[in-house]
Every structure is written in C-alpha cells, then in structure tokens.
C-alpha cells in the first residue's frame, strides 16, 4: 500500500492491519527515518531470508517500534539492509507490532505479485482501457476484466491440481492456451461448413455478423 497517513487510518477505522514501506523523510516519534539505523547500533543485527518471485534474498534487520507522524497508534518498524555496509536502510511499518522483521518482510515481498497482476491487468486484459467511456460502462468493463483475470487463475490452478509435478502455468501459458482453443474452433467451424456446401459470402456472413 502506498504510505499515506490518511490510507493507513482509514485501514486502522476499518479494523485491518497494514504494511507499507515508507520513505526515509518521514518521522517516527519525533526522528527521521533515516536516522534509526545508526541509533539501534547497539541492537543486534538480525539476517533474514525472504523468497519472492526474483529469487531468495538475505537481509540484515534491526527492529523497534514508535509512532510514526500522522498516525496516532503506534507500529513496528523493521530497517533493512541487503549488506551491513549499504549506505541506506530501507524502512518498513505495520500497524500490527506482535509481528516481527521475518514475517514482516515475508509479507511485504507478497506486493510483488499484486504488482505484477497489475501490470497484467492493464496490459495484456486492458483494465485501463475504459477512459473514453462513461461510469456505468468502465464498471461493466471492470467486471468483464476482472472475470477474464479470475477464469486464468482458476485454470492455472486447475492445471497445477491436475499435474502437480508439471511447471505451473503462466498468465501469458493461459491466454496462449485460450487464443490457440478459439482459433482451432473456428477453423474447425470454417471446414465443417465448407463440407456442407456454404459459399464463401454465406460463411463471412456467419463469421462476421452485422
């Protein structure tokens, strides 16, 4: 999520929990960000390992908890660096400080998939393509996106049910797959209307109706 002190209260209001990054110019109990590397210090720097989509990845973290400015309940914070030596540390909060830096960042490495549908989603299904159009039609066209989005990942889970042992499927294996079905379809169409003696006008008719 996108750190916003009016985002993470209307979460809070909500009775949710959040994790965000947040940029080194914000303030957490009176203190820049980007001065709580050198203040834990003395903290033991702790190596935690989080698997993403890239890969596995080991960072060094060093963790303590405050308010931060602009939300008035207080968060755990979790300073990380991919080497000890790194000149900056990145900062990450959540809202909820039973959590620690492990499960704190194993959390924060999921945005990396709803990134990545995203930019699948206004890429390759067209989310964004509504802009032109009126409100009732951009939510029809958002419900029609949305069902092409869930109708692929049923069939990548299906697919990985039925032959656990196989590679997953990919989003693009998926539309690949449908576009390859519906072309088969048609010509298949084309061959059995053409057995049966239809003229070429009589089979763009039905394949291109007005």
């Known amino acids: ?23 080194r110019n914000r303030t957490l109990s009176g203190s820049p960000v980007s001065t709580y590397w050198r203040t834990l210090s003395r903290q033991r720097i702790r190596r935690v390992t989080v698997n993403n989509t890239p890969g596995s990845h080991t960072y060094h973290t060093r963790f303590t908890s405050g ?20 000149a900056r540390a990145a900062c990450f ?3 909820d400080t ?4 492990l499960t704190i960042l194993r959390y924060y490495a999921i945005r990396w998939q709803a990134e990545t549908d995203n930019f699948l989603l206004k ?6 393509d509504f802009r032109l159009h009126s409100v009732e039609a951009a939510r029809r066209w958002f ?13 990548i889970a299906e697919a990985w049910l039925e032959q656990p042992d196989q ?23 084309v061959a059995d ?8 006008q009589q089979l763009l008719t039905d394949l291109f109706p007005t």
């Open 1 to 23: 999520m996108f750190a916003s002190a009016e985002l993470m209260n209307a979460i809070w209001q909500r009775g949710w929990h959040f994790i965000c990054a947040v940029k």
């Open 67 to 86: 308010r931060l400015r602009g939300f008035p309940h207080p968060v755990g914070v979790v300073f990380s660096k991919r080497h000890p030596r790194q």
């Open 93 to 95: 909060v959540t809202s």
């Open 98 to 101: 039973c959590l620690r830096a």
């Open 123 to 128: 890429q390759r299904l067209g989310l964004a």
């Open 143 to 155: 419900a029609l996106v949305f069902a092409a989005y869930a109708f692929i990942r049923a069939r």
């Open 167 to 189: 590679p997953r499927l990919s989003f693009h294996d998926v539309i690949a797959e449908q576009q390859r079905w519906h072309l088969e379809r048609r010509i298949v169409f």
């Open 193 to 200: 209307q053409a057995r049966q003696g239809r003229s070429n």
